[in-house]
């Protein structure tokens, strides 16, 4: 097909936004904006007991309301709910038997492969990963 594009979509963290432009063009856009400094961190993972640990490092409390917690190694996703709030040096467990877990997913982490967690803010930037 004359003019044809292929763009990888994967590449894109929430998708592509396109439109058109005066002429009738199509314009590609990546609708997420880059990585923005956060205090909220992937503080640390156990494989063992399959839990996930975020920080605020910050001095003020930290609202996750909205934010994306993924697992790349199991594509698990924890979405938090709104009104949930991390206090100012706080620490909060995700996992089996804690208060948030990831649904349908009792082994977010591999035990025989590196794993990648993600952090990503309610409007789908990366704030935050951690690899081991």
Known sequence: MPNTTIEVTQDFPIGVLLTLDESGAILLQNPAKESVPSSVVVQAFDVPSQTITLTNSGAAPADLSGMILFSVRSDATLRFPEGTQLGAGE?????????????????????????????????????????Q
Not at 97 to 114: C, H, I, R, T, V
């Open 91 to 131: 620490s909060l467990v995700i996992g089996t038997g804690e208060d948030f877990s990831f649904k349908d997913e009792d082994k977010p982490l591999n035990k025989k492969k590196a794993n990648t967690v993600l952090l990503f803010d309610r409007f789908g930037t990366l704030v935050n990963q951690l690899e």
